[in-house]
């Protein structure tokens, strides 16, 4: 809130400061308004002079003094602007815009921080999407976690967000499945067959096998060869994403949309993007084989799009599926990507250019890997050895607000550990822990005052309660410094969600509820909340009121649960 209304007042200072040609007439750029390292320099600094002064070839000190001489904000708002530096602008706000944002935020409840960027821009976000071959493992709590918080990152910018997952359930993956679940089922049978060597070995191809000869006996013997494969990869393939569905259920992540490629395959659309491929002479024939010409598109060399054998390789079914996805009305499409998919982004958003999509129609987001550790041991990814390797086991481990909290702090573009001793600690340490402790200590004060019935209306009646001519007249109470850098850190929900959500940064959010969580506990550590002045007491329960929303819309947008009590 702050951030935007002194751009917008700097705006108009150098918008009159050109009309009164105090400095040269011109487009008012872009420029910074941040918060300074140290908060004795003010409550936030501009660079807006610097900037002009590159512009206009003027001194930044020299136009720094004219915008402050055409600032003109109202009078409410700031305390103190000065001039530091080569030309940075420093303003201290005014006590009465503090207390105003805080009735603000009571009044708004969990709105607060809702913006409409987008417009109501369609965006499809396609994460997770791991072949139905097995149960999902860490790696993928990653994927879902950055899709799901992206997710509801846009949608609290106002676009228009549906969630995708694509079943991979036509390729050679599934068929490796069938055929490691029928060598299993001879078995079972009494007719042991090899082993495939790209087969799947986990227990759970065991079990697949056990279940279709619990319900079939031995009919699948005396079928052909193609039937036998084609039911064991029909019903291997529904039990594992039932699984997977369950999972992510678990870990609260949920889908508008479950595409399947096989449907994608059967209805002709690869096909008609190959057609259309060739058609534009992307497409040539080289050693029995069918090529694109990625090269043409940035990658380092051609790729086979159509095997020997006449199957397609995936990338020619992901260019048909994201064409298919912008058929659906989607204007941006969002896809989450594991590290070891990289080298794919080439030839896929080549192909997608080459049949005219636009290159800002389709942003791929690569995901480094994930390594769990406990108490600084590395834990290997190994059912054999004891230790959990699946996404439902961590669930089990930690629980799921400490497993998608743990997945979200650090930047996806970076390999991150995992430990498992830390999510599970009770203490200061646990990130988790630490911004939940403060929610549930929130919780405990308003329901301390609504039982003492001190403050009532403002602390047990929700948001919109404590904003009354008497909440209004109580707020100026509001003085204290750790009152200040607390409503200062709630100020900036808005900018934390409109960078996160635009620079697809997910981790800023958990950074800034660590910061509203300490600037919270060093509040209350310093302000008694409860006192014997009943008007100190309504305004510090309407500053912890707002404190709990922006806390509880945080957590939200991160999927974890804001505990009543702990």
């Known amino acids: 809130m702050f951030r935007d209304a002194l751009r917008h007042d700097l705006s108009q200072a ?76 420093n303003l201290t706000l005014a006590w009465p815009w503090r207390r105003e944002l805080v009735a603000m935020i009571c009044r708004v409840g969990e709105a607060y921080g809702a913006q409409t960027i987008g417009a109501g821009i369609r965006v499809n976000v396609e994460f997770v999407s791991a072949n139905p071959t097995g149960p999902l ?24 967000v549906s969630r995708e997952y694509y079943i991979n359930d036509a390729g050679q993956q599934v068929l490796n499945l069938a055929r490691s679940v029928e060598a299993h089922y001879f078995g079972i049978i009494g007719r042991p067959k090899p082993f495939p060597e790209d087969g799947y070995r986990g227990e759970y191809v065991a079990d697949l096998a056990r279940r279709i000869a619990d319900a079939d006996g031995d009919r699948w013997l005396h079928a052909t060869e193609d039937e036998r ?110 590290i070891d998919h990289i080298g794919d982004v080439a030839r896929v958003k080549g192909g997608l250019a080459a049949l005219g999509v636009p290159p800002d129609a389709v942003e791929i987001l690569i995901h480094q890997h994930v390594r769990l550790k406990n108490e600084g041991e590395i834990l290997r990814m190994s059912k054999r050895t004891g230790e959990f390797v699946g996404l439902r086991d961590l669930i089990d481990a930690v629980g799921p607000d400490a497993a998608r909290y743990f997945h979200a702090m650090v930047s996806y573009t970076v390999p991150m550990d995992f430990d498992v001793a830390l999510a599970v600690r009770h203490s200061q340490d646990n990130p ?119 806390l509880r819309r945080v957590l939200g947008l991160l999927g974890v649960s804001a505990p009543e009590r702990m």
């Not at 990658?299 to 298919?324: C, M, N, Q």
């Open 14 to 89: 150098i918008a009159r400061a050109m009309q009164a040609g105090a400095i040269p007439e011109g487009e008012v750029p872009e420029f910074d308004v941040e918060v300074p390292r140290d908060r004795r320099w003010g409550d936030y600094a501009t660079n807006a002079a610097l900037v002009l002064a590159r512009q206009t070839g003027r001194k930044p000190r020299e136009i720094a003094q004219h915008l402050v001489d055409a600032y003109a904000p109202p009078a409410d708002r700031i305390e103190r602007i000065e001039i530091a530096g080569p030309g940075f602008i």
């Open 229 to 338: 494969l084609d039911h064991f990869r029909e019903v291997s393939a529904a039990w594992v994403l039932a699984d997977v569905r369950e999972a992510l259920d678990r870990f609260g992540v949920r889908f508008d949309t479950w595409f399947s490629e096989r449907a994608l395959v059967r209805s002709g659309a690869v096909e008609r993007a190959l057609a259309a491929l060739r058609a534009r002479e992307y497409i040539y024939e080289a050693d029995g084989k069918t090529w694109f010409r990625s090269t043409a598109f940035g990658d380092d060399k051609d790729r086979v799009i159509v095997k020997p054998t006449g199957e397609w390789t995936y990338f020619g079914s992901d260019i048909a599926y994201h064409l298919d996805k912008l058929g659906r009305g989607f204007d941006l499409l969002i896809d989450v990507w594991g």
């Open 432 to 550: 988790v822990y630490y911004v939940q402790y403060a929610h549930a200590r929130i919780a405990g004060i308003l329901r301390e005052a609504a039982a003492a019935h001190v403050g009532a209306s403002r602390a047990a009646d929700g948001p919109g309660a404590s904003n009354g001519p008497g909440a209004a007249r109580s707020l100026d109470r509001l003085a204290d410094e750790r009152e200040a850098a607390l409503i200062h850190v709630l100020a900036e929900l808005p900018e934390v969600i409109r960078v996160a959500g635009l620079r697809r940064e997910p981790h800023r959010l958990c950074a800034y509820a660590r910061e509203v969580a300490e600037a919270f506990h060093l509040f209350y550590t310093h302000c008694r909340v409860l006192t014997d002045d009943a008007e100190l007491t309504a305004a510090r329960l309407s500053l912890v009121e707002a404190a709990r929303i922006v």
């Open 137 to 160: 493992h860490v790696g993928t709590g990653r994927n879902a976690v950055v899709g799901d918080v992206l997710a509801n990152l846009l949608a609290a910018l106002g676009y228009g």
